[in-house]
């Protein structure tokens, strides 16, 4: 789909009808494009020339007219182009493939008929060609040049055949189960290398449940695989027909037993919910639930519920990976009404999944940001899990907020919304204070089970005492001693991955810096390299001293690799895990530590902020915070919020089984609100302490923010957009009421991903005024011959860094 800010208008050819929402073929340029039909018209506007469109894509709408509308919000509200947000929601591959095939014409036939007749000119070889024809009717073009070469070209050229182009349903490619015949072939048997890898993938994983898996990880293709069957190394079986993967949950997450009575909390809240379902009008609710309250139960219901009355249902959670016990329940509940949509799909399994949803096979959605797009039709409820969460926000074009989309698309589905959280973001909890949602509590976690209790370890009176600067206190250390002697688990939270934060040069004081960043890189020790956590970049590990040839290189701060190490060393006799983004990369390990330490194979967890988030681990009495603080020194105004929200979550971790749980904190900052109020879990105080902050500096949830940042590779190209944005915001500020501008500025980094960044952050006091500003600046920068990627617009930016 071309990324164009505007619409275009076409003409529809009497021959095709086409009905808003479905693909068509445009000529745009000198090119041809992919476009959506937005409305159909029976004239044209006035004085308008249109081209015509080529062809129709879709035999059915592809975008229902709520999913249209939504589209059109997005793009009006975000000042994205609406090509990209389209493009954004049909995560589809075509559904149709091109295909040519010739039959004979009128004349050809008549070619064919007449050679016998006198007078008639021989057809020569082409003869051949007609008669074939003739009796099969008709042949792709592929083929006929094949068979009739030359032939081929004469027919065409005589107008004795016709080509036609048609649209054919793409044929679903066979998936196979693939395993070794016998045992793993000795190491003297010859195989090719092709045929070597994929035996040694099949050895490792034992069976291969989905051949393209297989193929992937040992770079082959499927006919390396073919000959392996035919030297009867391998057997292939056709796997599951229509080729879904039904995701593989291990069992330890799935639910047996009978069903739990929910606490009267519980009940009030499912009461209340089922009430606002059952009125068929839009209202959105934030549950503001405390951490193991019990909030999924209640989801549970509410969809089951929502099925009953004959609408469908869809679930957000930030990050799919981290919910295995989430999907278990929704798979054992709901079994084959369920469609996961999330990014870890192949791009086949996303298209089978929405189209199971399309064509209403599946009616409950559990999915990450993007199935907030989901093509469910009769939609009753969309449930925000966790929606304090940043994933929710997308930070590229269209960068729009799948939690705000998501009441959207509520809205004009006359649906209920809910968001829940333990830790609401302001904007939500402010939300409910204005009387904008309805506000629905869970006070009190199951089976009354007490919160954590958390206690606070001042970092800067252990250096004063120790005089080294370890990652665990002495008392963070007794504590996990006695979880070891007890039998108990621990999870450790640490919000940095890698081994140290940066490589200091002591004689000069440089740190070694991305060279498409203005940020330190991380050391990571397994690959032995300096790592860019922005953009990926890496670099050896320098001896010495780039900047001075000093040898004096020092590594500063703890990474969740190195602090694993160390624990390790502290506690060797102990099993000992780590779980972060790193891990996470290897396919399968994240899982398999999650459920390890769900089963208590691991005592000691030790992960970034993705172990806080969400989980249920009922053996889990202590969690220890070793750096709680390192984020309240970010530039950005979220910053206590995030603190505060990351270590409500991690307390929430801790005792939510039969024991009770215990929090301890690491902090250089024992004072700080955020770490205070977190460790008293009293978000209400949490809230008026911020919300104060935030009128005073007229940041939100008081005020609209937007962030624009002007950029280029160099840093020239990025001053002279950044000017144009000047002379177009500056006098603004001056004309409307309400509006304030800051900057122009470098950004916080100032460069990422080799792209130099100047920022204005413009804030109003209308989200309505401050939109419209940011589409006359968006034009203004059309007008001014700016490429759209050398100017990010962000509406409502999660991040300003
Ligand atoms: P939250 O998402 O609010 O943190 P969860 O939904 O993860 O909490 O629930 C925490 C635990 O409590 C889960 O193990 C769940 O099975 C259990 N649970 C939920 N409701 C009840 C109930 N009514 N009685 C007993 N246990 C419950
Ligand atoms: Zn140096
Ligand atoms: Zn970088």
Redesign the pocket.
């Known amino acids: 789909m071309a990324a164009l800010r505007n619409t275009l208008t076409y003409l529809v050819p009497d021959s095709f009808t086409v009905q808003p929402g479905q693909r068509v073929q445009v000529p745009l340029a000198t090119r041809k494009a992919t476009g959506i039909v937005l409305r159909a018209g029976s004239s044209l506007p006035p004085g308008i020339q249109a081209r015509s469109i080529l062809r129709v894509l879709d035999t059915e709408p592809v975008l229902t007219p709520e999913l249209l509308e939504l589209g059109l919000w997005i793009a009006d509200y975000y000042v994205a182009p609406i090509g990209e947000v389209f493009r954004a929601m049909l995560p589809l591959r075509s559904t149709m493939r091109r295909a040519r095939s010739v039959r004979l014409s009128a004349l050809g036939q008549q070619k064919l008929q007449g050679i016998n007749q006198p007078g008639q000119e021989p057809a020569g070889s082409a003869i051949e060609l007609l008669s074939y024809l003739a009796t099969r009717g008709s042949a792709s073009v592929q083929l006929l040049r094949q068979k009739f070469p030359e032939e081929f070209d004469e027919a065409l050229e005589k107008k004795w055949v016709v080509v036609e182009e048609f649209q054919r349903e793409r044929t679903q490619r066979e998936v196979f189960a693939v395993r070794l015949s016998g045992p793993v072939p000795e190491k003297n048997v010859r195989l090719s290398p092709v045929a070597k890898r994929i035996i040694e993938a099949l050895g490792a994983a034992g069976t291969a449940r989905d051949h393209r898996d297989l193929l992937h990880s040992a770079r082959a293709d499927l006919a390396a695989l073919r000959r392996l069957q035919a030297s009867g190394l391998v057997e292939l079986e056709p796997s599951r027909a229509e080729g879904r993967s039904t995701p593989q949950t291990p069992d330890s997450w799935v639910?047996t037993g009978t069903p739990?009575?929910?606490?009267s909390a519980?009940s009030t809240v499912l009461t209340d919910l089922t009430k606002q379902l059952e009125s068929r009008q839009f209202q959105t609710v934030l549950l503001h639930?405390?951490?193991?309250?019990?909030?999924?139960?209640?989801?549970l219901r509410l969809i089951a519920r929502c099925l009953e009355l004959g609408r469908t249902a869809l679930m957000l959670v930030p990050e799919i990976a981290l919910t295995p016990?989430v999907q278990a329940q929704f798979l054992t509940r709901f079994g084959s009404k369920v469609a996961l949509l999330h990014s870890a799909l192949s791009e086949n399994e996303r298209h089978e999944e929405w189209w199971r949803i399309r064509r209403g096979e599946a009616q409950v959605v559990l999915g990450t940001r993007s199935a907030v797009f989901a093509p469910l039709a009769n939609l009753g409820v969309v449930i925000v899990?966790e929606e304090h969460d940043t994933s929710y926000k997308q930070e590229e074009t269209p960068r729009y907020h799948g939690r705000d989309v998501a009441v959207v698309r509520a809205r004009l589905a006359a649906a209920l919304a809910v968001l829940?959280s333990?830790t609401p973001s302001l904007e939500s909890y402010w939300n409910a204070r204005e009387g904008k949602y309805r506000l629905a509590l869970?006070p009190e976690?199951?089976?009354g089970r007490k919160l954590a209790d958390v206690e606070i370890v001042d970092m800067r009176q252990e250096f004063r005492e120790t005089h080294t600067q370890v990652p665990v206190s002495r008392r963070l250390h007794q504590e996990i001693e006695a979880q070891l002697a007890n039998g108990q688990q621990t999870m450790i939270l640490l919000n940095r991955r890698g081994y140290s934060w940066f490589l200091l040069c002591r004689s000069c004081g440089q740190t070694q810096r991305c060279v498409n960043c203005s940020i330190s890189l991380t050391y990571h020790r397994r690959e032995h390299r300096l790592m860019c956590h922005y953009c990926g970049y890496s670099a050896p590990v320098p001896s010495r001293c780039p900047n001075c040839d000093s040898e004096y290189l020092y590594y500063v701060g703890e990474g969740t690799e190195r602090v694993e190490k160390k624990f390790a060393e502290l506690f060797p006799t102990v099993r000992v895990a780590r779980l972060d983004r790193d891990v996470a990369r290897r396919q399968g390990q994240f899982h398999r530590i999650l459920s390890e330490f769900r089963q208590r194979k691991i005592d000691l967890l030790i992960g970034t902020q993705l172990i806080a988030k969400?989980h249920?681990f009922?053996g889990v009495t202590l969690v220890g915070v070793v750096s709680a603080d390192i984020g309240l020194g970010l530039p950005d105004f979220r910053s206590a919020e995030r603190t505060f929200q990351l270590l409500t979550q991690a307390a929430?971790r801790a005792g939510?089984g039969e024991s009770p749980g215990r929090v301890l904190v690491q902090t250089f900052f024992p004072d700080h609100y955020a770490i205070r109020l977190a460790a008293e879990q009293n978000y209400e105080a949490f809230f008026d302490k911020e919300m104060r902050f935030r009128r005073m500096m007229h940041y939100p949830p008081v005020t609209a923010l937007a962030n624009v940042i002007a950029q280029g590779s160099k840093l020239e190209q990025a001053a002279q957009v950044a000017k144009h944005v000047g002379d177009f915001l500056i006098p603004l500020e001056q004309d409307t009421e309400g509006v304030k501008i800051l900057g122009p500025t470098p950004a916080p980094l100032a460069k990422l991903v080799g792209r130099f960044r100047i920022q204005f952050l413009i804030k109003c006091t209308s989200r309505a005024r401050l939109s419209t500003i940011l589409r006359r600046l968006a034009d203004y920068a059309d007008q001014q011959g700016i490429p759209q990627r050398s100017l990010v617009i962000d509406m409502d930016p999660s991040n300003i860094m």
């Open positions: 639910e739990l009575v929910l606490t519980q639930g405390v951490t193991g309250s019990g909030k999924t139960e209640v989801y016990s899990d829940g333990a869970l976690r199951v089976e969400g249920d009922p929430g939510r």
